[in-house]
């Protein structure tokens, strides 16, 4: 039976994912789902952020669903995140964001697009090392690794019914780097039936605000995406509402934007939206396309009948939310 790891993590993320997990459990889906630990909670039981046997779960399965964990406040230079260990580890190099308003009332502008961001490497290579009193750090853009952000990208639009990508770059100042992800990028699209464009990151913040007809898929180096998808969370329906994917060629973790909440955490009232619209995703991924559309489609109708949760007006906790999706996902 296809294996998936459940790392509900630390915050909220035990509260969203349990919710979720109460609703995939209801579904004949074929899949076995393995608890594993990870995060600040799982360090203080038993020392390690990231166990041994949690990667020996993920190394059996085919997918993750992920909660969220909580960084340590403290600065402790030895810390390293287990997420992005496990996005290097598993080479989980595209994260991919759906930016779609779920309900109309929430979106602030008129934003339809999913943006497709390089996962592994740009920025976050975590490379920086002191030098003559200078913090240098190395940031990295391989031939290789923008050859295949932009074919996901491309695969991303078609399985979704999209018809355009845009590259998003900074080319104009960083001539070399941001110039071999504009070239490469120009060369996948060739011949791939699909319209193409370019745009300098900066300007693509403000045409998300002011021109967000203009997008169907971006496709963007790992800090451009990780900030443009942040700012297309919050037009399209909050962090509540936004899900993502990260996916590498045989595996694939499947997570809401939004972090560990400490401030509502333990109170049973966060939004678990995101998370079960990551499950959809996940669904997708594992091929049970009718078994994610019955999920959305139980959310949506919940959602559109007035169920909310607090961060969206309503006054539904957690676990009476999943309750009224429930009872639509049976009808
Ligand atoms: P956050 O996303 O956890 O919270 C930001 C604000 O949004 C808070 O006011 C929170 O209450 C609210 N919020 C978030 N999710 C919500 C939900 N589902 N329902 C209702 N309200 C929600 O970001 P923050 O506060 O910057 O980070 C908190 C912790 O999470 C930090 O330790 C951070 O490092 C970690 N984090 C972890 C991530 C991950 O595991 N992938 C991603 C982002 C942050
Ligand atoms: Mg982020």
């Known amino acids: 039976m296809t294996r998936v790891a459940v ?26 789902f393995v608890e594993a630990p990870m995060g600040l909670e799982c360090f203080k039981r038993t020392g390690e952020y990231l166990p041994r046997e949690t990667l020996r779960v993920l190394e059996g399965s085919k997918a993750a669903l ?9 600065p402790d230079p030895s810390y390293s995140s287990p997420l992005l260990e496990l996005r290097r580890r598993f080479d989980l190099y595209a994260n991919v964001r759906p930016c779609f308003p ?17 996962n592994t490497e740009g920025m976050y290579t975590g490379r920086e090392r002191e030098e003559d009193g200078s913090v240098v750090l190395e940031r ?86 990780d900030i443009l998808s942040d700012e297309a969370a919050a037009l399209t329906g909050g962090l509540g509402m936004a899900p993502s994917a990260n996916l590498g060629a045989h595996f694939g973790l499947f997570e809401p934007v939004h972090g560990s909440a400490p401030d509502i955490a333990g109170k049973g009232i966060a ?22 559309a019955r999920l959305q489609a139980a959310l949506v109708q919940t959602l559109t009948e007035g169920e909310r949760t607090r961060d969206l007006g309503g006054s539904l906790g957690t676990w009476e939310f999943a309750d009224r999706v429930a009872e639509r996902l049976v009808r």
């Open 7 to 32: 790392i509900a993590g630390d915050g909220i993320g035990p509260e969203v994912v349990g919710a979720t997990m109460r609703l995939l459990g209801m579904m004949d889906l074929g899949l076995e």
């Open 66 to 74: 992920f909660g969220a964990i909580t960084s340590p406040v403290a």
């Open 102 to 118: 779920l309900l109309p009332e929430l979106r602030v502008t008129d934003l339809n697009a999913v943006i497709v961001r390089e």
């Open 140 to 225: 990295v853009v391989s031939e290789r690794g923008c050859r295949r952000i932009v074919e996901k990208a491309v695969k991303v639009t078609k399985a979704m019914g999209l018809s355009k990508v845009t590259c998003v770059h900074k080319a104009n100042v960083l001539r070399r780097s941001d110039g071999l992800f504009r070239r490469v990028f120009y060369e996948v699209m060739e011949g791939t039936g699909l319209e193409a464009d370019d745009m300098l990151v900066d300007a693509a913040a403000a045409a998300l605000i002011s021109q967000p007809k203009r997008f169907q898929c971006i496709v963007t180096l790992n800090l451009y995406g």
């Open 271 to 292: 939004n678990p939206c995101a998370t079960i619209l990551s499950a959809c995703l996940m669904l997708t991924f594992l091929r049970r396309m009718d078994a994610a």
